[in-house]
């Protein structure tokens, strides 16, 4: 019989397209695992681009602790061998308790469980006394992997490069991006401007300034329906930018990131989503801690600086005179010159 698996992630983006990397460990070392998931319904839909996640559990945020709770008992019918919580929230909680109830990990019967730890004491250290007790650079696709070395997962050799979208996706695409496209795609760039917390965005002006500097090459600008302010970038050269801002879903924006050229982008979800497609890109890191890639062809600018991290997602305050100076320091020149070496 093949062993099932279900994995416990919610949300963001980010984590979830990270966690995604378990997938290669569990196949590596069990090539017939029946692999589900449960996430945020509305963060669920991307999980499709992996078609060896046997079944995507989407859990809607309205349903409450009773919604909850009667998904647990659904889950719980699947008899799953292992359960990871690769979340370690208030719900995910409540799925171990009915999933893996404690005295039955005490006598060491049911599913073999376990779990990704926030390491808050070492956050606390960290944030508020200086004291770094985490490996640095922090990456997040390590740390996703390291609770299974509890269940003799260490494999990682090979990972998916066959990734799935709808064919309907890729008409849409073609139809409302690619054949608007300004220029030549070949030059064409990804910009990820936006992120959840302001305090991890580069500055509008950067990336206005990063545009005039690069003359020759044309730019793709994904993000939300409130990133207003793309609207700002996309005014400074609109013959050469096509700003997607509010334009495409979860699902297409990681499609247009899989076919990129390069992606440049603070420390979001789609940079991670580069990182996992093997696609080159950018990372341009500031205030937060554990927001790093993995891969050899994302590269990281960051600057040397005591105050930082100063947070684990980009929320908080500055402590600087110059407000953002982490990022205000990236220079769009920098970053120019970066794009140039990687576009040649």
């Known amino acids: 019989m ?17 966690c995604m990397t378990t997938v290669d460990g569990i196949l590596n070392h069990y090539p017939d695992a029946e692999i589900h998931w449960i996430a945020r319904k509305d963060m669920s839909s991307f999980l499709a681009m992996d078609q ?27 008899k799953f061998d292992y359960v990871y919580d690769a979340h370690s929230n208030i719900r995910s909680i409540v799925l171990k308790t009915v999933l893996v ?43 996703f992997r390291k609770p299974l070395d509890k269940w003799g997962l260490s494999d990682y050799s090979k990972v998916n490069t066959n990734w799935y979208f709808p064919e309907d996706l890729k008409v849409k695409m073609d139809a409302t991006v690619f054949s608007n496209l300004k220029g030549d795609q070949s030059k064409l760039i990804t910009l ?28 793709m600008i994904l993000a939300g329906p ?17 700003n997607l801002a509010g334009k495409t879903n979860l699902l297409e924006s990681c499609y247009l990131t899989q076919k990129s050229n390069l992606v ?22 500031g205030p937060t801690a ?4 993995t891969g050899e062809h994302i590269t990281t600018l960051e600057l040397d600086m005591k105050c930082r991290p100063c947070t684990k997602d980009g929320s908080g305050k500055c402590s600087q005179a110059i407000y953002q ?20």
């Open 290 to 293: 554990f927001g790093f890639t």
């Open 2 to 18: 093949p062993k099932k698996f279900l994995i416990i992630r919610f949300s963001s983006i980010g984590d979830i397209i990270q």
């Open 226 to 242: 409130d990133d207003v302010f793309c609207k700002e970038i996309e005014n400074e050269a609109p013959d050469r930018i096509l």
């Open 52 to 78: 060896r996640i046997h079944k995507v559990w989407g859990f809607e945020r309205g349903a409450g602790f009773k919604g909850l709770l009667k998904q647990a008992k659904e889950l719980k019918k699947e």
């Open 192 to 219: 990820v401007p936006s992120a959840a917390w302001i305090m991890k965005r580069w500055p509008v002006s950067h990336w206005q300034k990063l545009v005039s500097l690069l003359p020759d090459y044309n730019f």
């Open 264 to 285: 440049i982008s603070g420390d979001t979800g789609f940079l991670h989503a580069a990182d996992k497609f093997n696609v080159k890109g950018l990372s341009l890191m």
């Open 325 to 344: 100076q982490c990022m205000v320091d990236i220079t769009p020149e920098w970053v120019a010159k970066e794009v140039i070496q990687r576009m040649s």
């Open 101 to 143: 109830p404690r005295w039955k990990r005490w006598f060491g019967i049911g599913p073999k469980f376990t779990m990704r730890s926030k390491d808050r004491i070492k956050r606390i250290l960290l944030f508020k006394l200086r004291i770094d007790r985490f490996p640095m650079p922090f990456k997040g696709m390590l740390s």
